[in-house]
C-alpha cells in the first residue's frame, strides 16, 4: 500500500489521510470508505518510511470512525431549557436551529457590548472555553479572527485538550527554543528524569515508538510521580514523590547540580551557552 487510494471490492476504498485527533500526530492511517461512509481504519504501513513510528496509530484513532458515526453525535446548537441546575436537574435541551442559535448568542453579545466590554475592575464582560487553553481555537479558521476583533474576552478557565498538552511546555518551549512543540530527544538521550508526564499514555504514538527504541538503545528513565502510572511501570525506576512536591525536588536537583557537584562537568555547557539562553552564563 503506498500514500495513493486504493480500490477494493465493490464501492469500497482504502484512502490514506492522517490522524491528528490529539496534536500528538500528524500519525499516518488508511480509512476504509464505503459509499462516501468511513468504515474502518488501519495502519498506513506502505509510507512508514516517512514516518517515525512507521505508519501506526493508536487505539484513540481506531475509535474516530464510531464517534463520527455514533447517532448520538451532537451536530447541531442545543438550548438548555430548565434554568435551575444542579446534580438532580435535568437541564432540558433541546435542538434548536443554527439561525435561532446566532439570534441567542448575536443579542447577548451586543447588550455586553452596550454595557461596555469590561466591568468596574476592569475585566472583560465575555468569557469563553472551547475545552482547550488556547490552541484549539486556533484551528478554528476565521473563529480566532472573530474573537480578536471583539476585543477583550477571558479565556483564563479554558483548559484540558488532547491527549498531551500541559500548556507550560508551549510557554517554556517558546522561551528555551523558539519551538512552539516540545518533545524529548529521545533517540540522542541517554538519561531522562521524567517528573508527572504519563509518557506512555500521552506522548503519542510516535511518542512512545521513540522512547521504547531509545530504552531498548539503553537510555534510563527515570520517573517522578506519587502514582505508579504505566509509564512508572516500564520505567527503570519509580520515585513515588509526595503530591506537590516536584518544584522543590527540581529545586534539590538544581542545587546539587550548581553546588554540590562540578557543574562544569555535569552540564553541556557548550549547549547551554549556545543553544539556550540561561541568565548565569550570560
Ligand atoms: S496519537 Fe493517536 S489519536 Fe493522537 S494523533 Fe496519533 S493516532 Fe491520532
Not at 490522524?19 to 500519525?27: A, E, F, K, Y
Not at 439561525?99 to 466590554?117: H, P, Q, T, W, Y
Amino acid at each position: 500500500m503506498s500514500n495513493s487510494t486504493k480500490l477494493l471490492r465493490g464501492t469500497r476504498k482504502l484512502v490514506p489521510v492522517y490522524c491528528n485527533q490529539c496534536v500528538c500526530g500528524p500519525d499516518l492511517l488508511n480509512v476504509e470508505v464505503e459509499n462516501g461512509i468511513a468504515i474502518r481504519v488501519e495502519p498506513n504501513f506502505g509510507i512508514g518510511t516517512a514516518h517515525p513510528a512507521e505508519g501506526r496509530v493508536c487505539i484513540k484513532a481506531y475509535g474516530i470512525v464510531q464517534k463520527t458515526n455514533n447517532p448520538n453525535r451532537i451536530t447541531r446548537p442545543m438550548k438548555r431549557t430548565n434554568p435551575q441546575k444542579g446534580r438532580d436537574h435535568d437541564p432540558g435541551f433541546v435542538e434548536i436551529s443554527w439561525d435561532e442559535a446566532f439570534s441567542i448568542v448575536a443579542a447577548r453579545m451586543n447588550a455586553i457590548r452596550e454595557k461596555g466590554l469590561t466591568d468596574e475592575e476592569g475585566y472583560p464582560r465575555v468569557a469563553a472555553s472551547f475545552g482547550g487553553g488556547g490552541t484549539p481555537t486556533r484551528y478554528m479558521g476565521s473563529f480566532p479572527a472573530f474573537l480578536s476583533s471583539w476585543g477583550p474576552i477571558d479565556f483564563g478557565f479554558g483548559s484540558g485538550q488532547g491527549a498531551k498538552c500541559y500548556h507550560s511546555e508551549h510557554l517554556y518551549g517558546e522561551f528555551w527554543h523558539r519551538a512552539f512543540t516540545v518533545t524529548v530527544d529521545s533517540p540522542n538521550t541517554n538519561y531522562i528524569i521524567n517528573l508527572g508526564n504519563n509518557q506512555e499514555a500521552s506522548s503519542g504514538v510516535t511518542g512512545v515508538w521513540r522512547q521504547a527504541d531509545a530504552r531498548v538503545r539503553g537510555l534510563k528513565r527515570v520517573q517522578v510521580e506519587p502514582h505508579l502510572s504505566v509509564t512508572g511501570a516500564l520505567s527503570a525506576e519509580w520515585v513515588p514523590i509526595k503530591p506537590k512536591t516536584d518544584s522543590a525536588f527540581l529545586y534539590a536537583v538544581i542545587h546539587r547540580i550548581l553546588y554540590e557537584l562540578d557543574w562544569k562537568s555535569v552540564c553541556d555547557v557548550r549547549f547551554l551557552a549556545e543553544e539556550v539562553i540561561p541568565p548565569f552564563l550570560t
